[in-house]
């Protein structure tokens, strides 16, 4: 069965402090990888999308890598407006029509 | 997001109702999808079309029923509304088979 784990489930970090989100997935054959990010009471926000082991995304303070097993979300010196939720998920081969599989995602709270 | 624009924004039923959330998007996406969010489930797909007509069930259809007779509208509809489909529905578009979604603002639905 395909699936997604997200860790932490939260984080909180100071101001400037990096650290690193985590998404170990399982599929049947991955055609993609998203990250997004959520703000309270609002739709998710795309970041990134990687295709392939290796691959490498950067935007602002984010970077977005991929291995055979897993995605990290790298946030390089977070504000406190980097504070939301981030969700990963996966296209699987066995998904068809661009069906995405989410995790639960991580909480990321940064305090000045 | 100004392209998905979901409708209501919330409501309030009773259990035994049947309740219909609209989705109108103005990017002529081909894809269209419904997610629920419930707190540590992450996002779920209910139902998803990927066309005109065309329309599939995604992993917790139990309950709902969707249509689509336009490119722009995909309507979600509880047939008969139950406590347990008290959530946050989400709509989504996609312009391709491998593309990110773009989601609209939400629907929080509560059945009591």
């Known amino acids: 069965e395909d699936q997604v784990t997200q860790s932490p489930e939260a984080l909180r970090l100071q101001e400037g402090e990096s650290s690193s989100l985590n998404c170990s997935y399982t599929v049947s054959g991955l055609r993609g990888l998203f990250w997004y990010r959520q703000d309270p009471g609002k739709g998710p926000e795309f970041l990134f999308t990687l295709y392939s082991a290796g691959e490498e995304k950067e935007k602002e303070r984010l970077k977005a890598t991929l291995t055979k097993k897993e995605s990290f979300l790298h946030i390089t010196a977070p504000k406190p407006e980097d504070s939301a939720t981030y969700l990963c998920?996966?296209?699987?081969?066995?998904?068809?029509?661009?069906?995405?599989?989410f995790g639960a995602g991580t909480r990321l709270a940064v305090h000045p | 997001d100004a392209g998905i624009t979901q409708s209501p924004r919330h409501k309030v039923t009773e259990t035994g109702t049947p309740v219909t959330l609209r989705c109108h998007q103005t990017?002529?996406?081909?894809?269209m999808y419904w997610y629920r969010q419930d707190p540590g489930h992450g996002l779920r797909l209910i139902h998803y079309?990927?066309?005109?007509?065309?329309?599939d069930k995604g992993e917790v259809s139990d309950g709902y029923s969707v249509s689509r007779s336009k490119t722009e509208d995909f309507l979600l509809t509880l047939e008969s509304a139950t406590s347990s489909q008290t959530s946050v529905y989400f709509c989504a578009t996609a312009s391709g088979a491998h593309y990110g979604y773009t989601f609209g603002s939400g629907t929080r639905l509560t059945v009591v």
């Open positions: 998920a996966v296209q699987a081969e066995s998904g068809g029509y661009n069906k995405l599989i």
């Open positions: 079309s990927y066309g005109v007509k065309d329309t």
């Open positions: 990017e002529n996406h081909r894809y």
